[in-house]
T-cell receptor
């Protein structure tokens, strides 16, 4: 049973370019969460999605960031016009049931974004 | 909003010594989860505590959840070099987000 998959594992972008990060949840999991981790920091919640629905995006920056989880295919975190401050590790997690008050979230290997 | 504080930020021990990290939440939690992250790796789930006063053990690791469900601790007995990494607590509540502490980085020297 494959775990949470993320690609690419490393992504380098120049300022102003777009970054697309992909996440495929564990088999049987329909709940996806995105977190961002800055160096020496904990993980900060960004967004929670179910298939075709954004449930909670309270942690997403208001501009340039968007997320989707289409009916078919992986969840996508998109960052437009990247800036140096976007450099971080972006982790995706999935769970079989909803919410942090419920089941465990299983994390993918992360995408490490570097903005030059 | 809810804040989760974790201390110490760093801990350096000799192999065989014990290690403890503490986690405190500004609000009552429905559950607390512990994760371990190796350098360059991703958070790996260790355990979830749900009940007030709960204590769980995994080999040399002992996890506690406070009576008020606002604090927790992880204790490692007789550390080994394989214990190296950053240990995060994450508070779960009625919402969807896990609120992570900043972690305790453990270094174990032989």
């Amino acid at each position: 049973n494959a775990g949470v998959m993320q690609n690419p594992r490393h992504l380098v972008r120049r300022r102003g370019q777009e970054a697309r990060l992909r996440c495929s949840p564990m088999k049987g999991h329909s709940h996806v969460y995105w977190y961002r981790q800055l160096p020496e920091e904990g993980l900060k919640f960004m967004v929670y999605l179910q298939k075709e629905n954004i449930i909670d995006e309270s942690g997403m920056p208001k501009e340039r960031f968007s997320a989707e989880f289409p009916k078919e295919g992986p969840s996508i975190l998109r960052i437009q016009q990247v800036v140096r401050g976007d450099s971080a590790a972006y982790f995706c997690a999935s769970s079989p049931v909803a919410g942090a008050g419920g089941d465990t979230q299983y994390f993918g290997p992360g995408t490490r974004l570097t903005v030059l | 909003g809810q804040q989760v504080m974790q201390i110490p930020q760093y801990q350096h021990v000799q192999e065989g010594e014990d290690f403890t990290t503490y986690c405190n939440s500004s609000t009552t939690l429905s559950n607390i989860q512990w994760y371990k992250q190796r350098p360059g790796g991703h958070p790996v789930f260790l355990i979830q505590l749900v009940k007030s006063g709960e204590v769980k053990k995994q080999k040399r690791l002992t996890f506690q959840f406070g009576e008020a469900k606002k604090n927790s601790s992880l204790h490692i007995t007789a550390t080994q070099t394989t214990d190296v990494g950053t240990y995060f607590c994450a508070g779960g509540n009625s919402g969807y987000a896990l609120n992570f502490g900043k972690g305790t980085s453990l270094l174990v020297t032989p």
